[in-house]
């Protein structure tokens, strides 16, 4: 079965100071891809950055980094000079094969982050 | 990245009666699912809507109280049937893209609120 975990239901950070937000996984498919998503108050889902498990290096986007482990299956965000409109919760989500072409995502719970002026 | 838009946004309705969501992705379209996110829980996957042909329902997920039409390549609807208070969520449509097969994006949601 698959299975992602985060356990921090919420962090803390000072402007322009760097978090890491944890995520592990649990899959015994050898090809997978892992998401990371942003959801303010709003309630959208924004996407942030991707690493699919065959990739050799830690997928980057902007302030935002992938730190890909994958003998310890983790794949924990890291937010660089973190802003006040980073103020939201975070998914750490896995795509996994559903049956020929098909996919499918898995959530973990998320992690709260609070940005402290 | 692409534009997914849903409609309703939100929307209060009453016991019993249902209520229909459409999504349209500005886009081609690998594939289409529904999410439901129940207040202050995680996302879940309702089913994958498969163009032609019935969706793939996940399991708590029926047919019955979840149909799901896919007429084409980058629309879909979910409609919420008989509703009761425990169906108030944000209902998320997701797509994957052909042009960005290492993504999935969301549509903005739809807030259901059920009295």
């Known amino acids: 079965a698959q299975k992602i975990t985060q356990t921090q239901p919420g962090m803390f950070v000072q402007e322009k100071e760097a978090v890491t937000l944890d995520c592990t996984y649990d899959?015994?498919?050898?090809?997978?891809?892992l998401f990371w998503y942003k959801q303010p108050s709003s309630g959208e889902m924004i996407f942030l950055i991707y690493?699919?498990?065959?990739?050799?290096q830690n997928a980057t986007e902007g302030r935002y980094s992938l730190n890909f482990q994958k003998a310890r299956k983790s794949a924990n965000l890291v937010i660089s000079a973190s802003q006040l409109g980073d103020s939201a919760m975070y998914f750490c989500?896995?795509?996994?094969?559903?049956?020929?072409?098909?996919?499918?995502?898995?959530f973990g719970k998320g992690t709260l982050l609070t940005v402290n002026p | 990245s692409a534009v997914i838009s849903q409609k309703p946004s939100r929307d209060i309705c009453q016991r019993g009666t249902s209520l229909t969501i459409q999504c349209q992705v500005d886009s081609q379209v690998t594939m289409m699912f529904w999410y439901r996110q129940q207040p202050g829980q995680s996302l879940t996957l309702i089913a994958t809507a498969n163009q032609g042909s019935e969706a793939t329902y996940e399991s708590g997920f029926v047919i019955d109280k979840f149909p799901i039409s896919r007429p084409n390549l980058t629309f879909s609807t979910l409609t919420v049937s008989n509703m009761s208070p425990e169906d108030s969520s944000i209902y998320l449509c997701?797509?994957?893209?052909?042009?960005?097969?290492?993504?999935?994006?969301f549509g903005p949601g739809t807030r259901l609120t059920v009295l």
């Open positions: 899959t015994s498919d050898p090809s997978y891809g």
């Open positions: 989500a896995m795509r996994v094969a559903s049956g020929g072409s098909n996919y499918k995502l898995t």
């Open positions: 690493q699919g498990s065959y990739d050799q």
């Open positions: 997701s797509a994957g893209l052909e042009r960005l097969p290492d993504t999935q994006y």
